[in-house]
Every structure is written in structure tokens, then in C-alpha cells.
């Protein structure tokens, strides 16, 4: 005798006897019993159910309910207790809400339902179905947390996949084949849902697959995305729509790769990514969030948009109507102590003291740097221009040194021709310019520097100044700082002085160049073939450097390439300013 099947309906309605039950029984959704459709047509009544409802989730603990319709929702049927006294076999379907009975007669049957915590799936959605593949968008709820893991079987497999993303893509399937997929969920609480099946069924061409988007070459402008996709049949175009799906079309390609241009900066872009293949047949969507840089800040700039009155910040922006100044448009730093310290030769948190810098301002668009103490022979090296040393030096401005060396200006010769000066071409442009690696190397702009000096040093920052900006030059990468520089650092009240005067004490306390020891500059003196100018110790501008015969401290000085970019820091000496230049090339 066959093997018939015994139907339980989920509707709300009390257990009533069924006298005689035909094959039209099987489909019956109205009365909560339990049907034999065998040609043997026995009775079953309500008395052979009882139903059992765990009395909190997890314990497993069991009572008998009165209830007279099965749980709509807040228990899972315990497919392992449920059984019948006779053999009968009880199977629960979750998408009809029944109990069925497998079995040829009556029957005494138990049927357990498990408490669970709020966690229920109640639709799935197939999105997407290809000869491969298929796509499942889950609607699952939580009522005391969050559904962070879904769990999937194909064809009621007790071995479950687990995901944590929904849509869920099942892959590597066979077309043309129907699956009973099977789906629950568990939440934060590690609370577990009802079991929900879906049939679904393959096509004949399986469509495009994107497995993984890249992304390559973000700027504050756009980026550059290549898809991984797999297709049975050629794929013949990418589509990229960027912000919304469908509404905000970007462009589509021929090949896997596609770049946007033309974003703006420092936002935050979704694009959605799908292919077609040559029989027309779509990927799935791919969906990726992207978020551009920030446009680069020149340091140029970023140190011009610190001025925004005279004196503010210590910059003074060098107008022709501005009294006694350089009128170059230039951004000069001027007074005692201001935050214009820069980090340059290193990446390391904490800036070395070797790698620590000053602005002496900006000048068109390059920044012009300067060491902010003495350079030794570490940096400078012991031969070409190399004289002699002072130990256990300490004053107010430099600070305590164990050592200082100084250097003479020219040893070859008598010449006071920069370009001749081996000062220039061994210890500056040869042994120190070579400490940097070439990142910071290619940051150094190869300048046209002025070196024709002016005849008297009882003169004013804009007469040194105005000598400077003529005559002879020299193109090069290191240097020494100009006298002009020197006087235009002190305080905007010192620029009518003659720097023969610096000595003053007003004056120097309140120039952040001045460091209380000889100091060389670049500029000769032009009515003499020997001598060069140099910032005494006591602060005043001198003109009595023999280039051969005295020593002096070296500070080296150079200009920033346009290019370089401003990243972090204040300016302090302890938050230098932090630089970058990804464009920045070798010369």
C-alpha cells in the first residue's frame, strides 16, 4: 500500500474530528487536522496531536499547549523530537506553515515546536538567476539585535554555507537544474531564524560573473577601476553608473578597465558596475564605494594664506606700497621667533634636528628654505671650504652645541666669484645636497640666484636688496642666504636702518636669523675681488670676509620646487610643517 501523505493546515482554527477524509482532503487549509488520504479511510480526530512548545529559547524544556492552531510566528518545529507512537513520519513545511504526516494509518502523534528570540526571515527575493549563478535578496528581521550571518543549503543538504552579505550569490551551479534552496538567519544574540526554501531553476546561457572590482590611481580628481569578471560568452561591454543605480549613468567600456576624471575632491562616490555579454545577457550589479583625495595644497600657497594683515603670523607680504619693503610681492617671515620651521630630509615622526628648516618666505611660487642652526661637518663634510671647529658653544639663539664648525668661503683662490667658490661646488652642492635621498633631492628647484653683492655694507635691506636683484648670477641648487634676507627678517620697524647697525640689541632679539656667531652670506662685496659679506656675531653686516683667510658658520639655503605640497603641521619647532611632492622629478 502506498505511502500517503497527511496534511496539517496553519490557519487559526480548533482541532475538529474528521470522520472521512478523501483525496481532496490533502489541500484543505482551513481546518488545523490531520488527513489520511489511504483508500483504507480511517478515523483521525484532534486527540492524536499534541503539540509542545519549549518553554524559553534554549532551554529544552517542553510543555503541552492547548493551543488549537500551530504557531504563526516565535517557534521553529523541532524536526528531531516530533515523531509519532506508530512510525508516522512528520515533516514541517516552512513556506506553507504545515505539519505533514507520512504514514497509511492512524497514528498518536507529538509535535514540538522550539521558542526562538525574534529573529525571522520573512521573504526571499530571487534577484537574479543565470545558467551559473543566482542571486537571493533576504528580507530578515531581529527584534533583539542585529542578522549579521546567513546560512545556505542546496537541495537539502545538511551542510550549510554561511555569508554575511546580503544579496546572497550562489555560484558554480549547473543550468538548466532545478534547487531547493534552503536559508536561515542568526542575529547578534546569536538567536536563530525559521528555515526559508525557495525553488529556483537555472537557465540555459549562463551570464557574466563580476567577481571583484579594483581600484588603482586615486586622486582628488577621480580613479581608475578594473573588473574580474568570468563569462561563458565573450563579454562585450562594462557599464559604470556612478551615485544611484540606473539613474546616474558615468560611461561605459569595451574592456575591464575605466577611469573617472572629473570628481571632486575629497568626496565620497558609489558606483555600480555590471557587464553584458555578446548574446545580451547582464552580470550581475556590482556595487563599490570610493572616496577621492583632497585637493593638494602647494605649500606656496598654503603659507600665502597665512598672511591676512601685515605682521599677522610674522608674514609680511612685500608690496611697493608697503614702507621699506623688498616690493617684490614676495611673503617674507620677519620678527623674533615665528612658526615658520619646516621638516625636510625626513619622514620620521619626530623631526630630527639636522632636518629642521626655516622659510625665509615665498618668492613667486617657490618656497625659500634655510637651516634653522648651523650645518657641521656631518653634513658638510671635513674637505673643500673646511677650517676649523669651536667646542661646547652656547649662547641664547643657537642654544648648547658640543661643536660647531666653520668653513671658509673660498680656499682655492682669492675670488669672490660664487660660481667659483669651492664652498659652493664641494660642500654645498656636492657633499651636502647629496645627504638627501632623491625624493627630498627632487624636491630642491634649480634656481637663478643674483651674486653681484653691492658696494657698502652702511647701507638699507631694500639698497642690499635692490643690488642683489641685478647683475651677474649663477644657476644652482644650494646657496647661502642674501643679505637682504637677513635684514628683512628683523622686525618691519629695523628696515630703515643700515644693517651696519644689526648690532643693536632691539634689532637682533627680534630677528629670527640672527644665531650669535659668524655667518656667511652669498653676496660679495662688488667693489672688491677678495671680499664677501658675512653676519658678524655681535648681529651687524660686515664686509671685511676674506673669502680665503676668514672663517664663517654655513647655513645652507634653497628654494622649494612650485610643486611641492603642504600635508601637516603648525610650524613650531615642534610641529614643523610636513611636505610631499608625488610630481616632483629628477632635474
Known amino acids: 500500500m502506498k505511502k500517503k501523505v497527511l496534511l496539517i493546515s496553519s490557519m487559526l482554527v480548533t482541532f475538529i474530528l474528521v470522520i472521512f477524509v478523501s483525496l481532496n482532503n490533502t489541500n484543505n487549509e482551513n481546518k488545523n487536522v490531520l488527513s489520511n488520504t489511504n483508500k483504507d479511510t480511517e478515523v483521525i480526530n484532534s486527540n492524536m496531536i499534541t503539540m509542545m512548545y519549549e518553554t524559553d529559547a534554549g532551554t529544552g524544556i517542553y510543555e503541552e499547549t492547548k493551543d488549537t492552531s500551530w504557531p504563526e510566528s516565535g517557534y521553529i518545529f523541532n524536526d528531531t523530537l516530533s515523531g509519532c507512537e506508530n512510525g508516522g513520519e512528520l515533516e514541517y513545511n516552512s513556506i506553507n506553515k504545515t505539519v505533514n504526516l507520512l504514514s497509511n494509518k492512524s ?34 528581521t531581529s527584534e533583539n539585535g542585529n542578522i549579521t550571518t546567513y546560512y545556505y543549503s542546496l537541495n537539502d543538504s545538511e551542510e550549510y554555507q554561511e555569508t554575511t552579505s546580503s544579496p546572497i550569490t550562489i555560484n558554480d551551479l549547473n543550468k538548466l ?51 574580474d569578471a568570468t563569462s561563458d560568452v565573450e563579454i562585450e561591454r562594462y557599464y559604470f553608473y556612478i551615485n544611484g543605480d540606473g539613474e546616474n549613468y558615468a560611461g561605459t567600456s569595451t574592456t575591464p578597465e575605466y577611469t573617472f576624471n572629473t570628481l571632486t575632491d575629497n568626496s565620497n562616490y558609489t558606483i555600480i558596475i555590471f557587464a553584458e555579454n555578446n548574446n545580451g545577457i547582464f552580470s550581475n550589479k556590482y556595487s563599490i564605494s570610493i572616496t577621492t583625495e583632497e585637493t593638494p595644497i602647494l605649500l606656496a600657497d598654503y603659507i600665502k594664506s597665512l598672511y591676512t594683515s601685515q605682521g599677522v603670523n610674522g608674514i609680511y607680504y612685500h608690496t611697493s606700497s608697503l614702507a621699506n619693503s623688498a616690493g617684490d610681492n614676495s611673503y617674507r617671515y620677519s620678527g623674533a621667533n615665528p612658526d615658520n620651521y619646516v621638516c625636510f630630509g625626513s619622514d620620521a615622526e619626530t623631526c630630527p634636528s639636522d632636518n629642521l628648516y626655516r622659510i625665509i618666505g615665498v618668492f613667486g611660487s617657490e618656497v625659500k628654505l634655510i637651516k634653522w642652526d648651523y650645518a657641521n661637518s656631518n653634513l658638510l663634510g671635513t674637505s673643500g671650504a673646511y677650517s676649523d671647529n669651536y667646542y661646547n658653544v652656547t649662547n641664547e639663539y643657537l642654544g648648547s652645541h658640543n661643536k660647531v664648525d666653520a668653513y671658509l668661503w673660498n680656499n682655492n683662490t682669492k675670488n669672490n666669484k660664487w660660481e667659483e667658490s669651492n664652498l659652493n661646488s664641494t660642500n654645498l652642492n656636492n657633499i651636502f645636497l647629496n645627504t638627501f635621498n632623491l625624493n627630498y633631492k627632487n624636491k630642491i628647484a634649480n634656481t637663478i640666484w643674483y651674486v653681484s653683492g653691492y658696494r657698502t655694507y652702511d647701507a638699507t635691506s631694500k639698497k642690499f636688496y635692490n643690488a642683489e636683484s641685478i647683475g651677474t648670477t649663477w644657476s644652482g641648487k644650494i646657496g647661502l642666504m642674501y643679505v637682504s634676507d637677513y635684514g628683512y627678517a628683523a622686525s618691519q620697524n629695523s628696515w630703515s636702518t643700515n644693517m651696519y647697525s644689526y648690532g643693536n640689541n632691539s634689532i637682533k632679539k627680534n630677528n629670527w636669523l640672527y644665531m650669535g656667531m659668524h655667518e656667511w652670506t652669498i653676496s660679495p662685496i662688488s667693489t672688491s675681488t677678495s671680499n664677501v659679506y658675512y653676519i658678524n656675531a655681535d648681529g651687524r653686516v660686515v664686509d671685511d670676509g676674506g673669502v680665503n683667510n676668514s672663517n664663517a658658520n654655513v647655513r645652507p639655503c634653497f628654494y622649494l620646487k612650485p610643486e611641492v605640497t603642504y600635508i601637516s603641521g603648525n610650524g613650531s619647532k615642534n610641529s614643523p610643517f610636513r611636505i610631499d611632492c608625488p610630481t616632483c622629478t629628477a632635474d
Do not use: H, M, Q
Not at 515546536?113 to 534577484?127: L, Q, R
Open 107 to 140: 497514528d498518536n502523534c507529538y509535535v514540538y515546536f522550539d521558542k526562538y528570540d525574534g529573529v525571522w526571515i520573512d521573504n526571499v527575493s530571487i534577484t537574479n538567476v543565470t545558467g551559473s549563478s543566482v542571486t537571493l535578496d533576504i528580507s530578515a
Open 177 to 227: 537544474t532545478e534547487y531547493k534552496i534552503s536559508i536561515y538567519a542568526i542575529d547578534s544574540t546569536n538567536a536563530r531564524s525559521n528555515i526559508y526554501e525557495v525553488i529556483v531553476s537555472t537557465t540555459d546561457e549562463s551570464g557574466p560573473v563580476i567577481n571583484s572590482v579594483s581600484i588603482s590611481d586615486i586622486t582628488s580628481y577621480g580613479f581608475t577601476l578594473t573588473v
